[in-house]
């Protein structure tokens, strides 16, 4: 196994090698470890700071990296864009070549444009993790869901994938496909045909529009959320589908889907969960479910990260 | 030049046992202690003095575990290629116990520095001492002083001390390699 990682940035799955993820893999084992011994931190990044940049709403995503930070022992400074200079006009990159000037190592970044990590990579000079682009990658998040779902059902290597749901608005679908394939996964997308995106069979994935197919089929499943905020400001004129009922009758994992596919995959859930929309609450807390164990395991994916990327950091 | 033996099996042997029963004449039946093997050579060490004190007194109640000081390093960041993390695995408190911490090689005493930072994370121990088969005197870079030593041997920075284990294949021995040996 190398002992660092290919890249100097975490910007999207797609850059990263097998290694890089196994890698990340190994050493998330380990933070796992020190989460859960009586105290929970380790002095690695004792001199390191960071900023985490959140241009878009985030709870939980934010959460799990300040608390990844903190249990490295990193300084960190929070910025989010609401009540900030973005809304009297500062250009991005002016807003973080400002922040940077204070010193900073690294940047933690939420932005709702697709690729503006890679934008900031091209023009500023510090390291970058990618905590969401838009509709495009959210790199800890595949890495998290895979991480889960490998605790559960050993090496990915061969196994079924199916991720359901909201596929064309969804980052997390498309850095689960790149982290599960680069892992030997087989992956499946199920939803209706206007969440699924025209090409996206070139990436190698299967395309069912039948969900009692794909939960037969699958050795687990990725229940995505329904982004009603999403689909409000691209497709105002023209709906997705009908109405959250229309879709529930139809995408809903509940417990007669998985009597009729006569199987029990593995749940995954990256939150926040819609109740009552994509999955039952009966599911979504019972005992294939891993909804819980992703959020642990969120932490240290990210603490494995930044742990890796921050060893390229020279004093 | 031919790397030097410094300990044969036989040797070895004779070591191993004579740290074994220092560790009894100071811990009578080990009901405070608990040994703590520093990843990675450390731990084969501690697994060996483990069932050996086992096998001499099988009455005694000894707690073991290993510990992985990766994230404790002080070199974090300088080295060129960083250090893979290895496991800790320590499923009790060290809260008021005496550790005995094992590790094959003490050189400069960085890695005993950082395994006292590590430590911490699993309680306030009463005592730590420190047991190791090779003391290379000095190469100290921080004032760590060991109560339990195998052998100590006289080697200069450039030179390199392997403790090979039965696990390499090889019989358990020790070996000085000159930088010249390669």
Not at chain 1, 254 to 272: D, M, Q, S, T, Y
Request: overall charge positive; aromatic content about 6%; proline content about 4%.
């Amino acid at each position: 196994m190398n002992n660092s990682l290919s890249v100097k940035h975490l910007l999207g799955i797609k850059q990263l090698t097998p290694e890089d993820i196994q890698l990340i893999f190994h050493h998330a084992e380990k933070f796992k470890k020190v989460i859960n011994q009586p105290i929970k931190k380790v002095p690695s990044l004792r001199d390191i700071t960071i900023a985490n940049l959140f241009f878009e709403n985030s709870t939980r995503t934010k959460l799990s990296f300040e608390l990844a930070e903190k249990r490295l022992s990193a300084d960190i400074v929070n910025f989010s864009s609401s009540g900030s200079s973005v809304k009297k006009g500062e250009t991005l990159i002016d807003t973080v070549n400002n922040i940077l000037s204070m010193k900073i190592d690294m940047v933690v970044m939420r932005h709702s444009s697709p690729g503006a990590p890679h934008f900031l990579k091209e023009n500023t000079n510090t390291v970058i993790v990618n905590a969401g682009d838009g509709t495009h990658e959210h790199p800890t998040q595949g890495l998290l869901d895979s991480f889960s779902i490998r605790e559960k059902i050993g090496d990915l290597k061969g196994k079924k994938v199916a991720i359901v749901g909201d596929i064309k608005h969804s980052r997390v679908a498309l850095s689960n496909i790149f982290c599960l394939q680069k892992q030997g996964a087989e992956v499946m997308v199920c939803g209706p045909a206007t969440l699924i995106p025209r090409h996206i069979k070139e990436l190698g994935v299967q395309v069912e529009y039948d969900l009692v197919k794909a939960v037969e089929w699958a050795d687990a499943v990725n229940m995505l959320r329904i982004q009603i905020e999403r689909q409000a400001s691209c497709d105002k004129e023209v709906p997705n589908f009908p109405s959250l009922r229309e879709y529930s009758n139809l995408y809903q994992l509940n417990k007669e889907v998985l009597i009729k596919a006569k199987n029990k995959p593995l749940i995954l859930h990256p939150g926040p969960i819609n109740r009552g929309v994509e999955i039952t609450t009966e599911l979504a807390d019972g005992e294939q479910s891993v909804v819980l164990q992703q959020v642990e395991n969120g932490v240290a994916i990210r603490m494995a990260v930044i742990y890796l990327l921050a060893s390229h950091i020279k004093r | 030049m031919k790397p030097k033996v410094l300990l044969d099996k036989k040797l070895f042997e004779l070591i191993i046992n004579r740290l074994c029963y220092e560790l009894i004449e100071n811990h009578d039946d080990f009901r405070n202690t608990v040994i703590i093997g520093i990843q990675p050579r450390g731990v084969v060490l501690a697994e060996l003095i483990y069932r050996r004190l086992k096998k001499i007194a099988p009455k005694i109640a000894l707690q073991y575990g290993a510990l992985d000081i990766t994230f404790f390093r002080d070199d974090f960041r300088r080295r060129e290629d960083p250090v893979l993390a290895n496991t800790t695995k320590i499923d009790f408190l060290i809260e008021g116990k005496r550790v005995i911490l094992v590790d094959d090689v003490l050189f400069t005493g960085r890695t005993i520095r950082s395994a006292f930072d590590a430590l911490l994370a699993f309680g306030r121990p009463d005592a730590i001492e420190l047991l190791v088969l090779i003391e290379r005197r000095f190469s100290l870079q921080v004032p760590v002083n060991p109560k339990y030593v195998g052998k100590s041997v006289d080697s200069i920075a450039s030179q390199r001390v392997l403790v090979k284990w039965k696990i390499d294949g090889e019989p358990d021995k020790v070996i000085l390699h000159t930088s010249t040996d390669e």
